[in-house]
Every structure is written in C-alpha cells, then in structure tokens.
C-alpha cells in the first residue's frame, strides 16, 4: 500500500512538472499570438488553417468579448515513419498537443486545460478513435482546425474564440531561442525501441532542457 502510494505521488509530481513545461512554452505562444514578434516571419501560424465560423462551435456571448479570450492551441506533429525511408514529414500530421485556454482580461487570470491527444471521442477521430485524430480526418481539407474544434466545443462543452496552431517541429527552434526551460524531473525517464533498448533518456533532478529534450519530456507517455 505505501509503495502503492509513493507511486501515485510520483505520478502526480510528473504531471504537474509537464504543466509547468506547458506553461511556459505557452506564455510564448501567446506573447506571440498577441503581437509580440520574436523573429523575422513567426514560426507559429495563427488562422490560416481555416476558420471556425460554424455554429456547432460554441463562442464567447458578444457582452462578454472583449472582456474574455478562449483560445485553443494545436502542436502539429508532421512526422511518421516510413518502412522504405525512415522518419519522413508528413503532408497533414497530427494534432498531439492540445491546450485550451481561458483569458479574464477583468480578473487578470488565466485558466489553463490540456487535453490528453489519446482521449476518446469516436469515429471522428478515425479508426483509433482518438482526438489526435479529428484533424487528419477532417471533413473538409481546408478547414481541419475547425473539426477539432468542434469535438471540443461539442464533447468538453467549451467556448472556443480563436486559435493557435504551432509545427511541433519549430517547437525544438523556440525552446532552443530562448535558451531551454528548466525542469526538475522527478525520475528517470527512459524510452526503449521494441528490443528493450533505450532510445531517449532524462535522468532524475533538475536540468535545462533545450527544445529535442523538452519534446521528448512532454511527449513521454509512461510517467
């Protein structure tokens, strides 16, 4: 029972470490999104991946805009693996980072959710079933942010306002810019390929982490 314990405390820790990451990266995101240019044309793309005028996604009531922002944030991931080529970029990707965000311009407070890209949401998101999903299969090509969109503001009941879209490629170049993220990592965490043998490895402490190790740190599913 007690190691049973210890285990779940651990567990907790991690989570709240990877929002700690989370945060942060996303306070760039937003400095960005909100006018603030880092470097030359930004790495981050803001509404050119659709439009999310349709009325199943829910928005902000007009008397309270202006005074609050919800805003959702999509990491694209566009690599995969090829049995001929190896690791490849893919031409659609899938959406394994998604946050929702909640601005109270009034309060001065920020409400933060992150949304596990393995929940289940049904045959929207393709043969898994899984909201990292709902942007490759899309209805409509043009407009994928919106379907996403629409499970969220559909199944989670969430006002969505606008979006952000990052490359999760460019995620390692915006870490890297601004000289890695400091990260106590509460144990060591290690990914191994089919033969048990380690891939990527972060030991336990603390540590900054620059932007292919933050990555591997955010993506790791066995904490």
Known sequence: ARGAAVSRRKKKSASKKV???VSSLLLIVLSIYMGIQIYGKSIINTGDMGTLDKPTIQQTPPEFRGKRLNLLVLGIDYTTEDQNKGVV???IGNTDMIL???FDFEQNT???LQIPRDTFVGEVGGSAGKINGVFRNAPDPDN???AVAEVVSQQLNLLIDNYVTIDMDSLREMVDLFGGIEVDIPFDIIDRDKNGNPTSVLRKG???LM????EFFLRARHM
Request: some cysteine; proline content about 5%; hydrophobic content about 45%.
């Open 89 to 91: 970029r893919d031409k």
């Open 110 to 112: 920020m409400k933060m």
């Open 19 to 21: 929002l700690i990451a």
């Open 211 to 214: 932007g292919e190790a933050l």
């Open 100 to 102: 929702y965000c909640q």
């Open 144 to 146: 994928r942010v919106a």
């Open 206 to 208: 603390p540590q900054m």
